[in-house]
């Protein structure tokens, strides 16, 4: 794996997406966001453009602040305590963390996939339904059942569980429950998508089920993806940027920083040389 | 430790050679010896405890079960009673009231009289009398009220008999005959005056025996009448009502409340000092002497507040004080353990603190908070001391039919009995601990099968 890295540089060993894509409107715009836990500083200050309808990949060492800033943009780092955050942040030009922003409409629009699959202990479909459910989207159960089989057919699993919708969800393998979890999240019809690591808990074939769906995804989403494999971020993304130690080093097109990035943190670390 | 470290240097240099020459020596496999020794030590240490543990407890509920089962049967002795009209109802109205009056153990005493026509003079008839429960004279009475038509007819009757007689004939009392040596009766050892039952009504009870006027049969008064002063008529039903009562107020206060707090000190309070000092204090209520949560009912309760003393509505309120630290920490405990990650779950989709507590956590964490408060429960059933200071240790005849009817409650009733005088509440005090562990044990298996039912897997 890593000598494989190394030869990165020199000869490219992904195909990496056209850059650009998208709309190129600005979706998520950030300025100087800080946020510290307790008395230890996480994030020194980032400000990064998240563009519509394009895969954003955040990489960078463990311990670098990626998830933490991608948890600042559905606003999850409100539950825990002692952390605080600084700057702004806003979506389609407004302040996610202004007063008038509802934390509940926030997390709907702004919808999350987590490391860790995690469906509901409930059906499947229930596990679905749920964000329709609680968010009024559907007045009818017939309306609900076809948002639950559009979520699950754009995330792909629809003919693998269309014979079992009340079977439990955590019955399902891996692979089959994160994607569970992307159909989840789509079901409330979020407009971004964050997702932390979605793949490290998967084998390579339903990792590779999963970039497939994200890359299908971003025609109608603005994805923004953390993730630990940089092949996976070349793969999938249109931007990359590189976080290390709770600053935002570098930011391009993928294809920019994979084959030649400006910085020699982002080199080193691309090159697998640390991190 | 001082030794080891001393021989691994002697042995440390980094020669391969040196470190395997280190493990197959005879000191090391002698360390190894001492490391295995000192885990069997400690397991024959583990295995003795349990035993002796095991063994405490099987001597307990041996001697509880030798000295309780007796009195679930009861002595009877078959009468040949006649109702007759001149002793219940002279004026022939059938007045209700005169009925009730009736002297029911004159018919008692000349239905004795009729089996033994040789008992003359006045103490030897009142001694004869004494061989059946004064309970018979109530039993005729309930049954001319039910059916006055018994008037003027004569009956076979088996009467409950007198509780010395019970606890002759059940080898209790050191005098017995040859036919009552049959249904256990004991050799006479002690002198007769001072023993319950005399020479003479030994002879009688003989006599009945020979008759077949004698029997045991199931005692189902024991389940079915309130506290008396005459152990032959003495239940538990009027504690185990009372004790239902008692719990169900106990409850109603204590499961809301204490997941109510539960829920917003574990899901919603902020982690700060007065968090942090209101956490403690619960721990802390935890261990207080529940007889401090009856001084409490007393002096807030009863006096400030002036409700009824000996009330099963006190006596929960003082049981929910005492059951709630339980609760809240067992519920705490419970939502502590279901994974963070399903919260995050629900925030990520949009769902509102409060939904995620009540579609997702407090769900999962049901079972262990059920557990946690049969497990409260069960300790509040076998509660005295605070109850004791509320009242609740009156001496009460009738079953409670209200939270604010004087009642008492089973373990209260216990140990009123075990303080009894009469030798046959000795048994029916072992008798009810059996009764009151059945209750536990029952609690505790449904605590046990709800958490295997209701598990789940995430």
Same mark, same amino acid.
């Given at each position: 794996m890593v000598s494989k890295m190394i030869d990165a540089t020199t000869t490219p060993w992904v195909q990496v997406t056209a850059p650009g894509g998208g709309t190129g409107r600005i979706k998520i715009r950030s300025s100087g966001v800080k946020v510290y836990y307790g008395d230890k500083q996480a994030l020194k200050g980032i400000n990064l453009d998240i563009a519509e309808n394009s895969v954003t990949a955040l990489i960078g060492p463990s311990g670098c602040g990626k998830s933490t800033y991608l948890r600042c943009l559905n606003r999850m780092n409100d539950t825990i305590d002692r952390c605080r955050v600084e700057g702004t942040i806003s979506l389609d030009g407004e302040d996610i963390y202004g007063r008038t922003i509802d934390t509940v409409q926030l997390r709907a629009r702004v919808g999350m996939v987590f490391q860790k699959p995690n469906p509901f202990p409930k059906s499947i479909f229930d596990n679905v339904a749920y964000g329709p459910r609680i968010h009024g989207l559907a007045r009818r159960i017939e309306d609900l059942e076809e948002i639950v089989q559009r979520s699950l057919e754009r995330a792909g699993l629809w003919s693998e569980v269309k014979s079992r919708l009340l079977d439990p969800g955590t019955g399902l393998s891996g692979g089959q429950q994160q994607r569970l979890c992307i159909a989840r999240a789509i079901a409330v019809n979020p407009e971004v998508i964050l997702m932390d690591e979605p793949c490290s808990a998967l084998d390579p074939i339903a990792t590779a089920h999963i970039e497939e769906l994200i890359d299908e995804l971003r025609a109608n989403y603005t994805i923004v993806i953390v993730t630990h494999n940089m092949q996976q971020a070349a793969r999938v993304s249109q931007k990359t940027a590189f976080f290390h130690l709770g600053d935002l080093v570098e930011f391009n097109d993928t294809a920019e920083i994979f084959t030649n990035p400006r910085d020699d943190k982002t080199q080193g670390y691309i090159t697998g040389r640390y991190g | 430790m001082t030794d080891i470290v001393q021989s691994v240097g002697e042995f440390a240099t980094d020669s391969p050679a040196d470190r395997r020459g280190w493990y197959q020596s005879e000191e090391f496999r002698q360390l190894l010896r001492r490391r295995y020794a000192s885990e069997d030590r400690f397991r024959i240490l583990g295995i003795a405890a349990i035993v002796l543990a095991a063994v405490i407890l099987l001597v307990l509920l041996a001697s509880i079960v030798a000295k309780g089962y007796p009195a679930f049967v009861q002595t009877e002795v078959r009468l040949d009673v006649t109702f007759e009209e001149s002793v219940i109802d002279p004026s022939g109205s059938r007045d209700e009231r005169a009925l009730s009056g009736a002297n029911y153990q004159r018919l008692i005493r000349s239905a004795l009289q009729d089996i033994f026509p040789d008992a003359t003079g006045r103490r030897v008839r009142r001694q004869l009398t004494d061989l059946v429960s004064i309970g018979a004279a109530f039993q005729l009475r309930d049954m001319v009220m039910s059916d006055p038509s018994l008037i003027g007819q004569t009956r076979e009757l088996w009467v409950l008999a007198s509780d010395d007689i019970d606890q002759f004939l059940k080898g209790n009392i050191a005098c017995g005959t040859e036919h009552a040596a049959r249904l256990g009766g004991q050799p006479c050892t002690v002198p007769e005056n001072e023993r319950r039952v005399n020479d003479r009504q030994v002879g009688w009870v003989d006599q009945l025996i020979v008759e077949e006027r004698i029997r045991r049969s199931f005692n189902t008064v024991l389940f079915s009448a309130g506290d008396s002063r005459e152990p032959e008529l003495a239940g538990i039903l009027g504690g185990v009502v009372g004790s239902l009562y008692t719990l169900l107020v106990c409850l109603l206060m204590a499961v809301p409340v204490g997941v109510a707090a539960a829920v917003y000190l574990e899901e919603f309070a902020p982690r700060n000092r007065w968090t942090g000092l209101i956490e403690v @204090?619960?721990?802390?209520?935890?261990?207080?002497?529940?007889?401090?949560?009856?001084?409490?009912?007393?002096? +807030?309760?009863? @006096?400030?507040? %002036?409700?009824?003393?000996?009330?099963?509505?006190? %006596?929960?309120?003082?049981?929910?004080?005492?059951?709630?630290?339980?609760?809240?920490?067992?519920?705490?405990?419970?939502?502590?353990?279901?994974?963070?990650?399903?919260?995050?779950?629900?925030?990520?989709?949009?769902?509102?603190?409060?939904?995620? +507590?009540?579609?997702? +956590?407090l769900p999962l964490a049901a079972p262990g908070i059920l557990t946690g408060t049969i497990i409260g429960m069960a300790q509040a059933l076998g509660e005295t001391a605070p109850l004791m200071m509320v009242g609740m240790i009156a001496f009460i005849v009738d079953i409670p039919a209200g939270f604010t009817d004087s009642a008492t409650v089973l373990p209260v009733q216990i140990y009123m009995w075990s303080d009894s005088p009469e030798r046959a509440f000795t048994e029916r005090t072992s008798a009810a601990i059996m009764v009151l562990l059945g209750f536990l044990i029952a609690m505790n298996a449904v605590a046990i099968y709800l958490r295997k039912r209701f598990e789940r897997r995430w």
């Open positions: - | @204090n619960i721990n802390n209520l935890a261990a207080v002497p529940s007889i401090v949560f009856g001084l409490l009912g007393l002096s +807030v309760l009863l @006096n400030f507040f %002036g409700l009824p003393r000996s009330a099963p509505l006190v %006596g929960g309120i003082v049981l929910a004080l005492m059951t709630l630290p339980t609760v809240i920490i067992a519920s705490r405990a419970a939502l502590k353990a279901v994974p963070p990650s399903i919260r995050d779950a629900a925030l990520g989709v949009g769902a509102s603190p409060y939904q995620v +507590v009540s579609h997702h +956590v």
